[in-house]
């Protein structure tokens, strides 16, 4: 096979497209990347969903942007705000064009007819949250852009708009199952490598697809469901993030896992920071304001991970609400039904729907929920990934949760991941619109889609007897047990072997579904072994790091060590994957943070 | 328990514990059809354990992962943002996410079979193509004739804001347009949820495109379909006032402007 077969040829059942830019992923981060590439160059976006079902519509509280619409503000405080909410872990070059771009990627989506909440003046409102403060540190000052608590559904549906308005080539329901690279020749008698195209299982028929494109930009989100306690979808199971794994392409900064503070009591499900940014208020069971006492500047407005930290704390030292005593109040009674109607309204409705509480009357129940991804594909400032601390794969690209640039470090302020795929997005489809200019297609290797019909099919005709829902729900609950807001060598030792048994047990996973169309079943057990691949690389990474940084949090050590781990983890997947002790077969090393502005601090609020 | 806690407001929730609700055996009754061997859809039932707590989603899951891994549907966030997972429960549109064991009946089988008029792909799957070319041709996205100010947002007050807030909730799940008996019968009509997002724009201060949309829902296929029969409004997860929005366009067009 080669670069010659056509677009829209079927050889040995396989079609094939070719493209000058393939997106995997149509959340907020592939769709602004659609919207930059689209009218430049032939694109499509390839998503295992619908668009407007990504998770970016789930997003509630805000958009950070130093806009000044309400109060006092500048980029260079938020730059400074992203720095210290992640824990100086950081690059500091990234978290600038984050802060400095805001502005435009804010604009961007209002010209494109976002509908943000606005100010008596009709300009953009702005609100209150975690971690962003008022001349370093200061007080809380309003920054995050918002409308209502559906900031993210808004953002999702303006996207796709205007994709429609361009006429963006959508492939729904297509699940990319293997990113394609080849070796060119490189400068100097190098060799390069250089993806030329994806592979993609048809949900509909089964049938597979292989795209030859120039340009390959991931924006596949995050993967949650590693956790029980999640508020992530369910489909968010880290494909494109175990994909570049399995293709031997590091990962970075994988034990940086976020909590969210206030998930609903035993559901996960998302109530966001922006309550407290509105001023909501924290309590324990006798109705302390406990975060006083662990953030006296800006208490229930500390960045998440602190807060996240001090209600488990809460609870572990008897002081959780409920029979069981094992969870916080968030206390909203205060600010009355109209705000929380118009500025609230969906987690209003969410208390009220699932745990039956009324935040208007009563405080509802919260514990912290696994969110956010803070660590991913390495990639520069540009988008492009990195296949060690300073190669880049000419052509591909990552941007979003996926991605690791460093903007986030070891913890995420709320609202800078809307931003996040924003700026981000937009700068991996104009970086790729720039690089298919000039790049020639990769071959294609031989046969480019066996090695992903041979997955399906030996899963699809396994007379495997282990139940995925029961090896993933095993996952699920050993990772919630031991890997999650407080961690500790035994802890993270004990899911290591539970990790390595449910990989043994995966290899007699049992597809109950036969059939080719809408096979669910099969896309479920394909989905585990991500899941279990990106588990280990996380608690593997959360072992070999001895300190307690941002959303890492070592029992054992409890102290940030800025001697021995200020700089990134890198994992590289080096031996056979199935062997049993993750030592044989990942390799870790370090990457320098970038220090520009701020040397490390100790972080206080 | 301390007395702290007792006096807490949400003490009347600690009944509702988890550990205090009862799980109890309910009956799912499921139209399946499975394309490569089916001719013709069929009803099966499944008995689940639940708490009436659960989502009809978290019963269809107990099957999916537990008895029959081929019962098929789509679902993703769980809890009523994405639209994914539309379908019919005891003759009803609702998000299986949203839609908790506890209000339905229990003492009685619980039907759940995929939306109507769009056509059935596989056990609670259909095919969503039609509904979403429907959504593209009321042209849903800002055409503004004025330029911005450069690197300005455009001005809009709050009441001009507030005109459209209702429709821009909209999460194209295609509950609302597959309750309605008009589009069940004459599938070329655009349904509820098209004219809803294209309210959402007709109403929006920045807008200059209303009247294009006017002329194509004033086509024969277009708002003059709907009968007022309030299916869509009970149907939407999200509150919409379907039908008020669907009045208020047939007003604009009769008025001839937004």
Request: aromatic share 8%; charged share 25%; net charge negative.
């Amino acid at each position: 096979m080669s670069e010659q077969i056509a677009d829209g040829a079927v050889i040995d059942g396989v079609h094939y497209h070719q493209f000058d830019i393939v997106i995997v992923g149509a959340g907020g981060g592939g769709m602004r990347a659609a919207i930059e590439a689209g009218p430049h160059a032939k694109t499509a976006v390839i998503s295992k969903l619908y668009p407007t079902r990504s998770h970016t519509g789930a997003a509630q509280g805000g958009m950070a942007a130093a806009l000044s619409n309400v109060e006092e503000d500048n980029w260079e405080w938020h730059t400074y705000d992203t720095v210290k909410g992640g824990d100086y872990l950081v690059d500091q070059d990234a978290a600038e064009i984050l802060a400095k771009e805001a502005i435009d990627a804010v604009i961007d989506l209002e010209n494109m007819g976002l509908p943000f909440n606005r100010t008596p003046e009709g300009k953009i409102d702005q609100r209150r949250f975690g971690g962003h403060t008022r001349d370093h540190g200061k007080a809380a000052v309003r920054r995050a852009c918002y409308a209502a608590d559906r900031t993210g559904h808004m953002i999702l549906q303006t996207l796709f708009q205007n994709c429609v308005k361009l006429g963006i080539n959508f492939f729904n329901e297509f699940y990319v199952l293997d990113l394609l690279i080849g070796e060119v020749d490189g400068p100097d008698g190098t060799t390069q490598k250089r993806p030329s195209g994806v592979v993609a299982y048809e949900l509909a028929t089964g049938e597979l697809h292989v795209f030859q494109s120039k340009a390959v930009i991931f924006a596949t989100g995050g993967f949650g469901k590693i956790f029980k306690t999640t508020s992530n979808a369910h489909t968010l199971t880290g494909d494109g993030v175990g994909i570049i794994w399995r293709k031997r392409l590091p990962l970075e900064d994988m034990e940086f896992f976020q909590f969210h503070p206030t998930g609903l009591y035993g559901l996960g499900i998302l109530l966001t920071e922006g309550a407290r940014g509105e001023g909501a208020i924290l309590r324990n069971a006798s109705g302390e304001r406990f975060m006083e006492r662990y953030a006296p500047t800006i208490k229930d407005l500390a960045p998440r991970d602190i807060v996240a930290r001090s209600m488990v704390q809460e609870v572990l030292e008897g002081r959780g609400a409920g029979p069981n005593k094992d969870y916080v109040y968030l206390d909203c009674t205060h600010l009355g039904a109209e705000v929380l109607e118009t500025k609230l309204p969906d987690i209003t409705e969410f208390a009220r729907t699932y745990l039956g509480v009324d935040p208007v009357v009563e405080p509802v129940p919260v514990m912290p929920t696994a969110h956010y991804a803070m660590g991913g594909i390495p990639t520069t400032n540009n988008a492009e990934v990195l296949s060690d601390n300073t190669t880049i794969v000419p052509g591909l690209y990552a941007a979003g949760e996926c991605a690791c640039v460093s903007v986030h470090g070891s913890n995420r302020l709320g609202t800078n991941s809307l931003l996040d795929i924003n700026v981000f997005g937009k700068r991996s489809g104009r970086n790729a619109v720039e690089y298919v200019k000039t790049a020639e297609f990769v071959p294609l290797p031989d046969n480019p889609a066996a090695g992903v019909r041979d997955m399906l099919e030996g899963l699809r005709t396994s007379t495997g007897t282990e139940r995925i829902a029961a090896i993933r729900k095993e996952l699920q609950e050993q990772m919630d047990r031991n890997a999650q807001v407080f961690r500790t060598d035994d802890t993270l030792a004990a899911v290591t072997e539970t990790i390595h048994g449910l990989r043994e047990r995966y290899r007699n996973v049992q597809v109950q579904d036969k059939g080719k169309r809408f096979n669910t079943d099969l896309l479920e057990a394909v989905e585990l072994g991500f899941l279990l691949d990106l588990a280990e690389v996380v608690v593997f990474s959360a072992r070999n790091r001895k300190e307690s940084r941002g959303g890492h949090m070592r029992d054992d050590y409890p102290k940030r060590d800025d001697e021995n781990y200020m700089k990134h983890t890198m994992a590289y997947l080096t031996g056979d994957p199935h062997s049993s002790n993750p030592a044989d077969h990942i390799k870790l090393d370090w990457k320098p943070v970038v220090i520009t502005r701020y040397q490390p601090m100790e972080r206080k609020y | 328990m301390s007395t702290a806690v007792a006096d807490a407001p949400a003490e009347g929730q600690a009944s509702d514990a988890p550990e205090a609700i009862k799980s109890f055996v309910v009956t799912l009754i499921i139209r399946r059809f499975d394309p490569d061997v089916d001719t013709e859809p069929h009803w099966q039932d499944f008995d689940v354990e639940v708490y009436p707590t659960d989502r009809v989603l978290d019963a269809l899951h107990k099957i999916k992962w537990d008895q029959d891994g081929s019962l098929t549907f789509r679902r993703s966030c769980a809890h009523g943002v994405c639209g994914s997972d539309a379908m019919r429960i005891n003759g009803r549109n609702r998000l299986a996410c949203k839609t908790l064991i506890k209000d339905l009946d229990v003492q009685k089988p619980i039907y759940v079979e995929a939306i109507k008029g769009l056509p059935l792909e596989k056990d609670l799957v259909v095919d969503m193509e039609p509904f979403f070319a429907s959504y593209r041709e009321v042209q849903p996205f800002l055409q503004a004739n004025s330029t911005p100010p450069e690197g300005k947002e455009r001005i809009q007050s709050v009441a001009e804001r507030a005109r459209f807030d209702d429709t821009t909730k909209c999460i194209l799940c295609a509950a609302c347009t597959s309750s309605c008996p008009v589009f069940w019968t004459d599938g070329q009509y655009f349904g509820p949820a098209a004219i809803v997002n294209a309210h959402r724009f007709i109403f929006d201060s920045r807008d200059d495109a209303s009247q294009v949309r006017l002329d194509i829902l004033n086509d024969k296929e277009g708002v003059w379909r709907c009968r007022t029969t309030f299916n869509c409004t009970d149907a939407c997860p999200r509150g919409i006032q379907v039908t008020q929005a669907i009045a208020e366009v047939k007003q604009a067009i009769m008025r001839g402007h937004a």
